[in-house]
């Protein structure tokens, strides 16, 4: 495939074109375009739903250089990634390693993302195109093949997590604790990070009502697109609010809590997007090292009276986290079950363990 060298361009919706090479599936996509700075983790990433409806520009140069896990099932999750799917429309890299090697390799980078229907591109500068995002923010982009045409398309006018949450309810572990996880477009490591502290899970679909049911708390999941999509889930969130259960929001879960307790959610110029964000914690100043995906935040200046701000990020100052000031609500806009990690932030699982 290398020596075939398959031209193929990603265009954005300003008329900018990049010209690159294939290296997995020869179909046109259209979505929005977003980078990631990690270093590592792209099995994780690639898989996580928050991705879905975007082309994913990996900023770091070498990629595919260990190549893909063989999926794994152990107690109905998969071992090595975040879903049973690649979640992300297309993939844009700069160079990519057509040979890999690594102790758990089973296929390469390539062979995954055909399997999945996914293009890639490499030969692509991302450096520049990096840059025109963080400028002039996220935009819609097409990659294209040939002579092929297809029109923009924006996966956020749409409800993305609808397609991408789970269609019935499913339980994990065997706890005293029962959590119910809102599947927003949950990554599987949250519920290992649950069922680890002795829950048990029951993981029931976006617009699921849960509210008459009895549990001893509530997890809403991450996922992507805009929170404002997911009316029944906020409705639901607000039921269960009058419960007074603890309540624990991750990263689309935290926007959709703060929509629930009445306060605003807005789009970021380009979102957060890599394993680096610095979070500090409001009152302590303590700083922590956190991964991040997304594209929309809580609008702190509009938390109700009973809401404060928990974290906030150290780079632009937005919103990472919101906490009730006397009852069991909490959330968090990073991913403290984050793999690949960082982990530091694992420990408010702990905390929400504390308040069950």
């Known amino acids: 495939m290398e020596q075939k060298k398959i031209k193929a361009r990603l265009e954005l919706e300003d008329g900018s074109v990049f010209h690159g090479f294939s290296f997995a599936a020869c179909k046109s996509v259209a979505g929005e375009v977003v980078f990631n700075t990690s270093m590592v983790g792209y099995p994780e990433s690639l898989t996580d739903p928050s991705y879905y409806g975007q082309i994913l520009v990996l900023t ?3 990629i595919g ?23 992300i429309l297309g993939l844009v890299v700069s160079e990519y390693s057509f040979e890999y090697s690594h102790w758990n390799a089973k296929r390469s980078l390539a062979q995954w993302l055909i399997e999945h229907e996914v293009p890639a591109l490499y030969g692509i500068d991302t450096r520049r195109l990096t840059k025109m995002l963080r400028d002039e923010g996220t935009m819609l982009g097409r990659i294209l093949f040939f002579t092929e045409e297809m029109n923009f398309y924006d996966p956020n006018k749409s409800n993305l997590v609808e397609k991408v949450s789970i269609s019935q309810p499913k339980e994990y ?7 119910i996880l809102v599947d927003c477009g949950a990554k599987d490591n949250i519920v290992r990070c649950l069922v680890k502290r002795g829950a048990k899970v029951k993981r029931v679909p976006w617009d699921y009502d849960f509210t008459e049911e009895d549990y001893d708390g509530v997890v809403i999941s991450n996922g992507p697109g805009d929170p404002k999509m997911c009316v029944k889930t906020i409705n639901t969130v607000r039921k269960a609010l009058e419960l007074t259960k603890p309540v624990f929001g991750i990263c689309l879960g935290n926007q959709v809590l703060a929509l629930a307790a009445g306060a605003d959610t807005y789009k970021l110029k380009f979102g957060h997007r890599s394993q680096n964000q610095p979070c500090v914690e409001v009152g302590s100043k303590r700083c922590y090292i956190t991964s991040q995906n997304h594209g929309f935040a809580v609008d702190g200046r509009t938390l109700p009276s009973g809401w404060e701000p928990w974290f906030v990020n150290a780079n632009d100052g937005t919103n990472e986290g919101i906490r009730h000031i006397s009852k069991p609500f909490m959330s968090v806009q990073f991913h403290p079950e984050a793999t690949p990690g960082p982990v530091d932030t ?6 929400f363990k504390r308040m069950l």
Do not use: M
Not at 65 to 87: A, T
Not at 346 to 351: A, K, M, P, Q
């Open 60 to 62: 770091y140069p070498l």
């Open 65 to 87: 250089n260990y190549g893909v896990p063989e999926s794994e099932i152990i107690d109905g999750l998969e071992k090595y990634f975040e879903s049973s799917r690649v979640q």
């Open 173 to 179: 572990g065997a706890g005293d604790n029962k959590v």
């Open 346 to 351: 694992e420990i408010l699982f702990d905390e």
